[in-house]
Structure formats: C-alpha cells, structure tokens
C-alpha cells in the first residue's frame, strides 16, 4: 500500500516530468509483484535516470527498477513502489568491438537485440536467454544465467564495465572497455544479483566470443537421481570441455542428462563420439532438446526455486527434491546445469503453502549440506508470504551496511531482497 | 618523515610518480604508540612468542613487497597461524584504531603490502594449510599463505590444476592473489583470481569472521566476495579461499615463433582471435626483452627476431590439432620466419622461461628498470606500440616491451640508470605517459599488479570523483574507520561519517570459549 499522498505525489509527478518528460500514471500491470504503482517514468538517458532519481528522493518516493518486467514479480513484494523506473527506453546497444570482443549496451536493451548485433560478426554475449524478452538490465539484476555457464561463467564472468545511478542520483562508473582491468573496486560484481535494491543500470560493458563452428548434443536418459549424478561425475572429469551439461527430469517420467559439445566441426565430432562411448546415449547434431535452457516454470508459473550446491551433491539435491515433492503429494520438475552446481525447480501453482514449505525446507537442507542454497524466486503470495523464500544468508550484517551505505533511505525496492533489505 | 624510505634501492623494479608521504600512505613511526602496545599485548596473548615481531631489525624484513623502491617499516609484524589469531589481531587494531596491512608472499609489484610505520603487518605466510582438494566438486580449499603453485602441485595428482598463474606462482600466496586479482599468462582463455575464487572466509576490519561464496556458485545476496576480490587488503583479509579447479586438458601445444617485428607479431594475433581461436595464452616480447632474456636464461629464442610471441594452445585434442593449423597458418601469412612446437615438457618449459624470466632478465641490460602494468583495446596495439617507440626515441629512454598481446595488457620495461643525474626522472615520466596512452585509448591503469601505493594518483584520470566515492561506499561499509590498508588504491580517503545500525557481535575468540574480552 502507498501512503503517499495525493499533494505530494502531484507534486512528484511535477518534478518527474521536468526530470525526463515520459512519466504517466502506474496501471495495474504495472503493479510489482502485487504491490500497485502510483507513476511509471521512463526516461531516455543517464542524465535523465539521474534526475529522476533525484525528484524521488526529493519527494520521498520509494522506486522499482524495471527492464522489461519479466522477471519484476522475482524476490519479496517491495514494502512500497510509488515509482516504477522503467529502463525500456535506454534500448540501444551503444557499440560492438568487434576487433576487441566487446559490446557496450544500454541496459533496456534486449539480450536478443545484443545477440543479434554481436552475431552479425559472428560473436555472442555468453549469457543465455533464460527468461525470453528479458534486458540486459534485468538479467544483471537477477543474475540470471543458462546451460552455457559451464564453460564461460555467469554474468560475473562476462560483465567488464558498468555505469549506475545512485539513490541520490550520483552517476558512477566501475570497471571500464578492456577484458583485463583490476583499477578500483569491481562494482559490476556488487550490482549482478541484487534484485534493484542498490543502484540503478543504466549501461554494460560485456566481453564476447565467437560463436564456434559447430554444436552437438549427448544425451542420456536416467531412472534415479544416483545415475544422474554418476553420470555428471563422468562428463565433468572427462577431458572433452563441454559447453553445458544439463539436467532436466520433468514430474512424470524419466530424467535426461544432455551435454553440448561446441567447437570445429571435426573436434566436436570426435569429442561427441568419445563422449558417448564413455556414458552411452545418443548424440544428435544441430538441434537443442526441447525445453533447452527454459526454466521449468516457463509454461506453468507455480513456485519457483533455485537450487546451488558443490557439484557432488547433484543426486542428493535431485532425490531431497523428489522425494518432499512426492511425499507432499506435489510434481516437482527440475531443470538446470548439473556441470555449474545449480538447479530450478517447478512446483504447480495450486500446490498448497505446506506441501511448498515442505519441498523446500527438505531441499534447503540438502543445499545446505552441500555448501550451497535454497532460494525461492517467485510464486503466489500465499507462498512469498508464509515460506522463508530467500533462506538463512551468510554475511548479512555486512550486505546490510552496504545496503545503508548506497541506500540509507531505503528507496530501491524496500524489502525485496534478503533479509528484508 | 620516517626515515625509512629507501630511495637507495636499485635491486628491484623502480618506481615512484609520487611519494608515499605524499599519499599519506605511509603512517608516521612513533604514532598510536600506546595503542600499539595494547595490539601487541593481545597478539602476544594469542599466538606463540615467534608469531609477534617487534625487534627493530626483524622487522625491516617486512619493509617493502615487491615494489622496493618504497620502504617502511612497519611498528609491528604478527603472523598468525589460525583464523581465529588473525580476527584477534585485527578486532585489536579495530578497538585501537591502530591501521594494519596484510600481506602475503610480499612479491606484488603495486606496493600494495607496503608496511605503515604507525601500523601491524598482518603476514599470512604461516597459513599455509590446503585444506581439501575436492576432485568430485571441481574445488580446493586452502589457507591464504598457500604458495600458488601448490595448488596445482596438489590437484595434478587427481588430474587438475588452478588456472591463474602470475608469472610469480612459485612464490606468490592465494591470499596475496585474491587481494590483487592477479592475472597471469592464461588468463586470455581461463581468466583472472576473481573467476577462479568461489568463496572466502574474511576477517572484516572489525574483526569479524565471515563466509563470503564458498562451494556452491550464485550464493543469495549481494556478491561482497566479487567486490573483496582485487581490493587490495582494503576492505578485510581472507582466512581461507575456496577455488575452482580445472581440469588438465587433454592435449597442450607451445609455439614459439619468430617474426621481423612488433608489426607483424601484432597482426598475426589479431588474426587469430578475430578467427575465433582462442589461445590459452599469447605472450609478446621485442627485441629489446628479447635480448635480456637471452642474457639470463639462455632461453634459445630465434635470432634475429624484431618480436617473438609464445602461443600456447590447450583442450581436447582434436581442437587443438584444428586451432594448431589456423595459427601456423596466420603467423606464416604475417611474415613469420620460424616456427618451433614444443614436443615434450621440457621444450614448453624453456619457451616459457623466456618469458615468464622477463622482468627479473631486463636487470642484465640495465642496472635499473621500471615495470609497467597497463591495458589497451587489442586492436590499438599496433597504435600504442609504435607510440611508445615514439616516446622512446624522443626521450632517449630505452623501453622493452613484454605482454600479454591475447588481451592487450602491456608490461613495458622502462630502462635506466640510476647513478646518472636525471635518467630516473626520464624514465619516470616515459612510465607515466605511457599509462596516459593507455587511457587515451580507452584502457586501464593496471590490468593485473593492482593500484595499491604506486598508482593512486593515476585513480583520478581514469575515474571521476564520483566514480571514486561511490567506490568508496563499500570501503565505508566494510571499514568505516578506515584502518585496513589505508592510503592504498584511492587518492583521497573518503570520510565515511557515523555507521548506521552498527552492531558488534561477541568476540570470536570469546564466542568459541577460547578468552575473555580484552
């Protein structure tokens, strides 16, 4: 609820417009993650960010960053959003390098629109498109990331450069345009994950790679989480340096191990038939297994989970899940990268608070366990309200005081990331 | 001023744009006296007798890293052997206000362990425990003093390595690597420390133990290990690192190639990386780096040569055998006159003595050198290298050029002597415009050897004020007292002003029984 009123917020609306001039009143899709939006600005620029952010902080408006929104319900409901900044507009992608493997980009701009202005040089951004339609902006903020991680890392790895807006509208840049820069603290590192809750992007740097000549897929099904994890154990110690190894076992049916091979044409031939002869299966060229690199809630938005976890405990993780979910009396899908230690889970929208409080404190432990985490992305407000979603977080107190030091007026998403930061 | 700092030094890389004393950097001897004696009581009640320096000539030992030409010695060294010492040292300083640096092997080239007269050197050389090798999770865990290179001497037996390797890996620690974010000449395919460290356990600068990251990827919550990594002892120390291992690829392929000049050298690479090749490493030297490293280690490296570059190709075998043929082929079409593959251990391991002895080598041409660390856009290396020639024949100062050519990280070798009157000056402002074209092209101050003493007065060209506050935040929210290395990485400390909501928790020793509150 807002407790802004109606005076203050004409008020705001005033200063707003004078920031960036495209500032309209919040409708209810423009509501975060239930929580409804009294305005919408969407300015053009970094200057414009930063003068936006300044008439909220003069106006005492609380504000929820937004790249292109499909990911915004992701975390706890903020306490409060009057404003919604909405990068959309920021969609360029600024410069491709191509000669230095770089592209600079504007932070509403599309992953899609990325990839394809960096494909026509035959590079890409090695950060999938988990979520389609998702920005750049956006992707940071989640820290999202796919199958290829396994080989080139996540956004921590790729991300060279970033300019943000401060709550009190201070434009910082950290980093810089070169791969190999160690000049000040990584800031980039900070902003990748944090939900909106510290700075606002407003433009990338990113390293690129050339898209390899030729891909192939291994994949070999399994009946129990033990063979999954023999299997990962297999490819990962094997010499063959795969692009991605994927788990993905649906509710009802058998589970699959799929590897990607990426290379030259005759080195991933070779590779796949030695992969293969090693753990069986088949191999195809080309084309990627359905569902390839979607997270298990794309089609049916339920619960949604994310499981990490030292690589050994893949089958531990795999059979905690299964077996809450089956004792709960719920179909838990699980689908992630068995290569990176990381794995979503689906549970039906309509699976009651217990049973999802059930699968997720039986998998929390084995996550635990396994040095890593349980954290619950997004799911009905019955859930986000009665399951400890983000889970016990190491090291709190100190994100806490960053939190103070960036934000001391709680202004960025109030209350959406841990610990009600 | 301290007394103390050396300008007599001519051993080691020489370098100085500013002062120590002009960056406050440094401390004045005779400071914090009383509090310093309660540091060193609490010290002396937590480790053994041997742990605790204080003898005046015992701790010129400690007076400079690996950047000699700045020297301090510090009014007290500790070297704690367990995580739990370390935090009580430091939760003491914290309580004293006394400042403290860590340092590791002490090999940095950025003075970034330059001891404070009126401060603790916190030495992790005693924490030299590997923990766990984790073959099943991809994973080490080991103490901050771990010698690099014992990483991988302990994974290779289970068929991995640690892929960062500082030309400095016999020597250098994890804990020295993770403050710095040290590179290497590998890092072109497998990146730099921050990639390859998942988790810390971190002494704070109040004392604190905490996890930062550890087995799993993607811990919840804001990534403050990303942020520590590559700062410099500013914002803690780290207890243990918790690292990835790679696996052992399958197949390794060394070239060695000769080429008539940078030119021809410059244009090969870029034709290899804009064919999609990548390369472990591409390393370039000149003729000038060539001959010193030919006069220390009898390194055999084509005569004649106006460049060499050493590329090394690793991975599955049948990539390498493709890659391997792409890349003969670009070097022969770029004017390449000879090309040798090292067959067998012992060839790879000459090649690389070549450059990986490249610094300490320059020491046989010139009596004095200063190493330079910077970054440019790979395709402005043509550019900058004919710059640097420029600025060279203008000057009269000598400079050999050694680098990482994969990624555009420039090591120039500034040559001169000391002993007549100017060449340091000339040499040092040869050093200087060199960075400021690295920044004209878009590039960075330092790629892998850190700000630390040496370039935080370069901070402000490269960074606004803004930038540089804003930096600053997290300094402020890990050590709002500005006692963890301070004077190091920033020009201007940022006054961090009163800590909202600031909590202190039991101390760690009295949480685990082991003392009472001091």
Same mark, same amino acid.
């Given at each position: 609820m807002t407790t802004t009123s109606s005076t203050r917020l004409e008020a705001a609306r005033a200063a707003l417009t004078s920031a960036c001039g495209d500032v309209t009143d919040g409708s209810p899709a423009d509501a975060v993650d239930g929580v409804p939006v009294a305005l919408v600005a969407r300015p053009a620029s970094t200057p414009e960010v930063a003068e936006v952010l300044r008439a909220a902080a003069a106006h005492g408006l609380t504000v929820v960053p937004r790249g292109r929104g499909t990911k915004l319900s992701w975390g706890q409901p903020p306490e409060q959003a009057d404003l919604v900044l909405d990068v959309s507009r920021m969609g360029a992608v600024l410069d491709h390098a191509a000669g230095d493997l770089i592209v600079e980009t504007q932070a509403g701009a599309l992953l899609t629109d990325v990839q394809r202005t960096v494909g026509s040089a035959g590079q890409r951004l090695s950060l999938d498109e988990a979520v389609p339609g998702s920005s750049i902006g956006g992707t940071l903020a989640t820290n999202m990331s796919g199958p290829r991680r396994v080989a080139v890392g996540t956004a921590r790895d790729l991300l060279l450069g970033v300019t943000v807006v401060r709550a009190d509208g201070v434009v910082a840049k950290a980093g810089g345009r070169v791969v190999k820069n160690v000049a000040g603290y990584d800031l980039g590192k900070l902003v990748i994950g944090s939900f909106g809750t510290l700075v606002v992007v407003t433009e990338a740097v990113f390293r690129l790679h050339p898209v390899p000549a030729a891909r192939q897929v291994v994949s070999v099904l399994f009946a129990a989480a033990a063979d999954a994890g023999r299997l990962a154990q297999q490819v990962v110690h094997a010499q063959l340096v795969p692009a991605a190894v994927e788990v993905d076992w649906p509710a009802d049916g058998p589970g699959a191990v799929h590897v990607l091979l990426e290379g030259t044409e005759a080195g991933v031939a070779a590779r796949s038939a030695a992969l293969v002869e090693l753990v069986g299966g088949r191999s195809a060229a080309g084309d990627l297994p359905a569902g390839w690199g979607r997270l298990p809630w794309a089609d049916a938005p339920g619960t949604a989970l994310k499981a990490t976890f030292a690589l050994s405990a893949l089958p531990a993780v795999l059979s905690a899940g299964r077996d809450a979910a089956a004792s709960a009396g719920v179909g838990l899908t699980l689908r992630g990268s068995a290569g990176a230690g990381v794995v979503y889970g689906a549970l039906p929208a309509d699976a009651d608070v217990t049973a999802v409080r059930a699968v997720v404190t039986r998998l929390r432990q084995a996550c635990t366990a396994a040095g890593g985490a349980l954290v619950v992305l997004d799911g009905p407000a019955e859930v986000k309200s009665g399951v400890d979603t983000w889970g016990p977080v190491p090291a709190l107190d100190l994100m806490r005081r960053v939190k103070e030091r960036f934000d001391p007026e709680r202004r960025l998403a109030p209350g959406r990331f841990v610990g009600g930061i | 001023m301290s007394g103390t700092h050396g300008t007599e030094t001519t051993a080691g890389p020489v370098l100085g744009n500013v002062a120590p004393e002009a960056t406050s950097a440094t401390g004045e001897p005779g400071d914090n006296g009383a509090a310093l004696e309660a540091v060193g009581r609490v010290a002396r009640a937590v480790m053994p !007798?041997?742990? !605790?320096i204080a003898d005046p000539t015992q701790l010129r030992t400690y007076e400079c890293d690996g950047l000699a030409h700045y020297r301090v010695t510090p009014a007290l060294v500790v070297l704690p052997e367990t995580t739990q010492q370390l935090a009580a040292v430091v939760r003491a300083c914290s309580e004293h206000g006394v400042p403290f640096v860590a340092r590791g092997s002490g090999t940095g080239l950025s003075g970034g362990a330059l001891p404070r007269a009126d401060g603790v050197l916190v030495v992790t050389s005693r924490m030299r425990t590997i923990r766990e090798i984790r073959r099943e999770d991809q994973r080490a865990v080991v103490d901050p003093g771990v010698i690099n290179l014992d990483v991988t001497r302990a994974a290779t037996p289970h068929g991995y390595y640690y892929a960062p390797d500082p030309s400095s890996q016999q020597i250098c620690s994890i804990g020295g690597n993770l403050a710095e974010n040290s590179g290497g000449a590998h890092c072109l395919k497998y990146g730099f420390t921050s990639n390859h460290v998942l988790g810390t356990e971190l002494v704070t600068p109040q004392g604190d133990v905490v996890q930062l990251g550890g087995l799993a990827p993607d811990a919840p919550g804001y990534d403050l290990l990303g942020t520590v990594v590559g700062s410099e002892g500013t914002l803690g120390i780290a207890t243990t690192a918790t690292v990835r291992l790679v696996r052992l690829p399958q197949e390794v392929r060394t070239l060695l190639v000769g080429f008539p000049s940078t030119d021809e050298a410059g244009a090969a690479t870029s034709a290899i990386i804009s064919a999609g090749v990548l390369p472990a490493a591409i390393e370039m030297m000149d003729a000038l780096a060539i001959e010193a490293a030919e006069a220390a280690v009898h390194c055999n490296y084509p005569a004649g040569a106006g460049a060499v570059l050493v590329v090394e190709l690793d991975g599955a075998s049948a990539e390498v055998e493709h890659e391997y043929a792409q890349v003969e082929a670009f070097c022969r079409e770029h004017g390449a006159f000879e090309l040798r593959l090292a067959t067998d251990p012992a060839e790879r391991a000459l090649i690389w003595k070549g450059r990986k002895s490249a610094f300490a080598a320059v020491g046989r041409i010139s009596p004095d050198y200063i190493v330079q660390d910077g970054v440019i856009p790979r395709t402005a290396l043509p550019e900058v290298l004919r710059a640097i020639a420029e600025l060279s024949s203008s000057s009269g100062v000598r400079v050999a050029n050694v680098f990482h050519a994969g990624d555009g990280n420039l090591h120039p070798l500034v040559l001169f002597d000391e002993s007549k009157p100017g060449a340091g000056e000339a040499a040092e402002k040869v050093s200087g415009a060199i960075l400021d074209l690295c920044i004209s092209h878009g590039g960075a101050i330092t790629g892998e050897h850190g700000v630390g003493v040496d370039k935080a007065a370069y901070m402000p060209k490269m960074f606004t004020d803004d930038d540089l506050d804003t930096m600053q935040l997290v300094r402020c929210a890990f050590d709002p007292d500005g006692i963890a290395n301070p004077g190091k990485v920033f020009p201007t400390p940022r006054l961090c002003g009163e800590v909202p909501g600031k909590r202190k928790k039991a101390h760690p020793l009295v949480e685990a029984g082991l003392a009472d509150a001091f």
């Open positions: - | !007798v041997t742990g !605790v």
